[in-house]
Nanobody
Framework: QVQLEESGGGSVQAGGSLTLSCTAS????????MAWFRQAPGKEREGVAN???????RYADIAQGRFTISKDNAKNTLYLRMNGLKPEDTAMYYC??????????????????????WGQGTQVTVSS
């Protein structure tokens, strides 16, 4: 069982930056795939980015060029650096993980069923 806890959310003005953290209860090198998702009010949860144990990353279109996913296995922590934030980035951000490698298929890489473990989320609010 892997427990995930997000932190780093908050309120920021448009154009600002935030770094989210997700601390895992086990060695993040053993969780082959880790990811960030988000859910805005009234919308479905959507994938943002994922990262494999070898450090390879994949981003959803909403994150390309603005967000960076990374992890520090020594600290059992996953990060999401978000730059150029927009009001439409306002959402609850969730960390997710699985012991299987990340799917490389566009159709499934951000399918929620691919991730067995989930955090409780951290709120990000971007004001205009």
């Amino acid at each position: 069982q892997v427990q995930l806890e997000e932190s780093g959310g908050g309120s920021v003005q448009a154009g600002g930056s935030l770094t989210l953290s997700c601390t895992a209860s086990t060695y993040t090198g053993s969780t082959n795939c880790m990811a960030w998702f988000r859910q805005a009010p009234g919308k479905e949860r959507e994938g943002v980015a994922n990262i494999d144990s070898d450090g390879s990353t994949r981003y959803a279109d909403i994150a390309q060029g603005r967000f960076t996913i990374s992890k520090d296995n020594a600290k059992n922590t996953l990060y999401l650096r978000m730059n150029g934030l927009k009001p439409e980035d306002t959402a609850m951000y969730y960390c997710a993980a699985d012991t299987a490698p990340c799917s490389r298929l566009i159709a499934t890489m951000f399918r929620e069923l691919e991730y067995r473990y989930w955090g409780q989320g951290t709120q990000v609010t971007v004001s205009s």
